[in-house]
Nanobody
Framework: QVQLVESGGGLVQTGGSLRLSCAAS????????MGWFRQAPEKEREFVGR????????YYADSLKGRFTISRDRAENTVYLQMNSLKPEDTAVYYC???????????WGQGTQVTVSS
């Protein structure tokens, strides 16, 4: 199994920045990719982006390109989500997830709340 722990959420004003962290532990050698998702109240869960575990290549939701950046610290088995120019519509619970293959997300973190005030 893989354990994922997110941190770094909080309250920020419009235009501000936040960096979320997701620390992975356990069977990290089985990870193919890690991703970030978010879910706003009364909305479907939304894909934010992902990073390939070996190559660190990243992919993003088109609507978030340019504002959000995913990176990885190999030594710490930690993935980051840098969020800039935040807007009230970015308010959501943000989750990280890991998968063993391109189509799956087997493990999820507990989520961290991000609130952007107008």
């Amino acid at each position: 199994q893989v354990q994922l722990v997110e941190s770094g959420g909080g309250l920020v004003q419009t235009g501000g920045s936040l960096r979320l962290s997701c620390a992975a532990s356990g069977r990290t050698l089985s990870i193919y990719h890690m991703g970030w998702f978010r879910q706003a109240p009364e909305k479907e869960r939304e894909f934010v982006g992902r990073i390939m575990w070996r190559s660190s290549r990243t992919y993003y939701a088109d609507s978030l390109k340019g504002r959000f950046t995913i990176s990885r610290d190999r030594a710490e088995n930690t993935v980051y989500l840098q969020m800039n120019s935040l807007k009230p519509e970015d308010t959501a619970v943000y989750y990280c997830a890991s998968g063993r293959d391109p189509d799956g997300w087997e493990y999820w973190g507990q989520g961290t709340q991000v609130t952007v005030s107008s």
